[in-house]
């Protein structure tokens, strides 16, 4: 009988096939948008040199817990990664080649705000290793760019996208939809433009009003007009699922869009459950040894990580995931992949009479040994979720 924090038997080592990625979050950004509930902190001056040293430090100590891997992908996250000096990149990426193997196709993606002094770093980036660049361009609107507090005009954001050509293969970017006063036809309008413009890979967001942001202060005092119905928020979905997949952009995810063969990596191990190390402020992950996973977090102040990781570990919390645990992470993942998930990782922790009940309305898909949401039922995973674990 296997530990109640152990998978059983094929299933204890799911990285080794689904993939095993590192996550690097760099905390800091030039200014706080309005939108945004990630761990991004802004600092007048940040020592680049102190950084990439714990950043490695804490890299090198991870290394030691896992033992040998390879690595399928690396990503930069944040915060403004951008906002890193390609030396500093170079150390950390030097840090990971020294405890792990890299994957002939390694996927070593930065994310950066498309503003003209960021562009300048890109050809130190790829000099070191970065083959993938996903741009924060968020709208493609002047007034809507300045309402959603970015730094960048949208002449700057088309400039960045065409000096990131010239320098990688791979360019992704966001564009946030669902904006005050946006109608379909604004949107229609700007994702037409988008499409033409990208080249592989868009993530496009709906806006969604988060707790402790900015936004949410302005929601809660009357200040914040113009937001969708839920009935336009559905006809914007639609009509973004319709366009992208007109011009080849196939939802390989809920809000990911890709031409075939160029789907993220890094995000598909997270998805399809494989393993991941993060590192930096408030970094997740998950890591498996012996056939138990690990949850992992780490400090969220950046002050805090760094004397962590100077008295030895940035990591504040480890939590062992149980069988229930794991196969609720994979559901809720898994489900949002039009590819779906194996039924294997979640059989014996779903309600069946309701999977069935769900399939037969036509929200959920079952084909061999694999379930997915369907077209109708992509839109509400919420309750296809609430629905189906037995939790």
Same mark, same amino acid.
């Given at each position: &009988? $296997?530990?109640?924090?152990?998978?059983?038997?094929?299933?204890?080592?799911?990285?080794?096939?689904?993939?095993?990625?590192?996550?690097?979050?760099?905390?800091?950004?030039?200014?706080?948008?309005?939108?945004?509930?990630?761990?991004?902190?802004?600092?007048?001056?940040?020592?680049?040199?102190?950084?990439?040293?714990?950043?490695?430090?804490?890299?090198? /100590?991870?290394?030691?817990?896992?033992?040998?891997?390879?690595?399928?992908?690396?990503?930069?996250?944040?915060?403004?990664?951008?906002? &890193?000096?390609?030396?500093?990149?170079?150390?950390?990426?030097?840090? #990971?080649?020294?405890?792990?193997?890299?994957?002939?196709?390694?996927?070593?993606?930065?994310?950066?705000?498309?503003?003209?002094?960021?562009?300048?770093?890109?050809?130190?980036?790829?000099?070191?290793?970065?083959?993938?660049?996903?741009?924060?361009?968020?709208?493609?609107?002047?007034?809507?760019?300045? %309402?959603?507090?970015?730094?960048?005009?949208?002449?700057?954001?088309?400039?960045?996208?065409?000096? #990131?050509?010239?320098?990688?293969?791979?360019?992704?970017?966001?564009?946030?939809?669902?904006? =005050? %006063? =946006?109608?379909?036809?604004?949107?229609?309008?700007?994702?037409?433009?988008?499409?033409? &413009?990208?080249?592989?890979?868009?993530?496009?967001?709906?806006?969604?009003?988060?707790? @402790?942001?900015?936004?949410?202060? /302005?929601? +809660?005092?009357?200040?914040?007009?113009?937001?969708?119905?839920?009935?336009?928020?559905?006809?914007?979905?639609?009509?973004? +699922?319709?366009?992208?997949?007109?011009?080849?952009?196939?939802?390989?995810?809920?809000?990911?869009?890709?031409?075939?063969?160029?789907?993220?990596?890094?995000?598909?191990?997270?998805?399809?459950?494989?393993?991941?190390?993060?590192? @930096? $402020?408030?970094?997740?992950? /998950?890591?498996?040894?012996?056939?138990?996973?690990?949850?992992?977090?780490?400090?969220?102040?950046?002050?805090?990580?760094?004397?962590?990781?100077?008295?030895?570990?940035?990591?504040?919390?480890?939590?062992?995931? %149980?069988?229930?645990?794991?196969?609720?992470?994979?559901?809720?993942?898994?489900?949002?992949?039009?590819?779906?998930?194996? &039924?294997?990782?979640?059989?014996?922790?779903?309600?069946?009479?309701?999977?069935?009940?769900?399939?037969?309305?036509?929200?959920?898909? =079952?084909?061999?040994?694999?379930?997915?949401?369907?077209?109708?039922?992509?839109?509400?995973? %919420?309750?296809?979720?609430?629905?189906?674990?037995?939790?």
């Amino acid at each position: &009988m $296997p530990s109640a924090n152990s998978w059983p038997g094929a299933l204890a080592e799911l990285w080794q096939e689904r993939g095993f990625g590192l996550y690097v979050h760099w905390p800091f950004c030039a200014a706080k948008c309005p939108y945004c509930d990630f761990n991004s902190h802004v600092r007048s001056a940040v020592d680049q040199g102190l950084w990439a040293d714990a950043l490695a430090r804490e890299i090198r /100590r991870t290394g030691q817990e896992t033992g040998p891997r390879v690595l399928t992908s690396i990503f930069f996250g944040g915060g403004t990664p951008s906002l &890193m000096e390609p030396e500093t990149v170079h150390i950390v990426l030097s840090a #990971a080649r020294d405890v792990w193997s890299f994957a002939n196709d390694i996927e070593i993606t930065l994310e950066a705000n498309p503003t003209s002094v960021e562009a300048h770093r890109f050809e130190g980036y790829a000099k070191h290793g970065v083959n993938r660049v996903s741009l924060g361009v968020q709208a493609l609107d002047p007034d809507d760019l300045r %309402n959603l507090g970015r730094l960048h005009s949208v002449p700057e954001a088309q400039a960045a996208f065409k000096t #990131a050509r010239e320098f990688f293969d791979r360019v992704s970017f966001d564009l946030i939809y669902a904006r =005050q %006063n =946006q109608s379909l036809a604004d949107w229609e309008r700007e994702l037409t433009t988008a499409l033409d &413009m990208a080249v592989d890979h868009l993530s496009l967001y709906q806006l969604t009003i988060e707790e @402790g942001t900015a936004f949410w202060d /302005r929601a +809660q005092r009357g200040l914040l007009s113009g937001l969708p119905t839920d009935d336009l928020g559905a006809d914007l979905y639609d009509l973004t +699922q319709r366009l992208c997949e007109q011009a080849g952009y196939t939802a390989y995810e809920v809000s990911n869009h890709a031409k075939p063969g160029a789907e993220s990596k890094h995000n598909l191990v997270y998805w399809r459950g494989g393993d991941y190390a993060g590192i @930096g $402020p408030g970094a997740h992950g /998950r890591l498996t040894f012996a056939g138990r996973r690990t949850a992992t977090e780490c400090w969220k102040q950046p002050e805090a990580w760094i004397k962590a990781v100077k008295d030895g570990t940035g990591i504040r919390d480890s939590v062992l995931l %149980n069988h229930q645990d794991i196969a609720d992470e994979r559901l809720i993942m898994g489900l949002r992949l039009l590819e779906g998930l194996m &039924m294997d990782d979640i059989s014996d922790y779903v309600d069946n009479t309701r999977l069935r009940q769900l399939i037969a309305d036509g929200l959920v898909w =079952q084909q061999d040994d694999r379930i997915g949401a369907t077209a109708t039922g992509r839109p509400v995973l %919420n309750y296809l979720i609430a629905q189906l674990a037995k939790s």
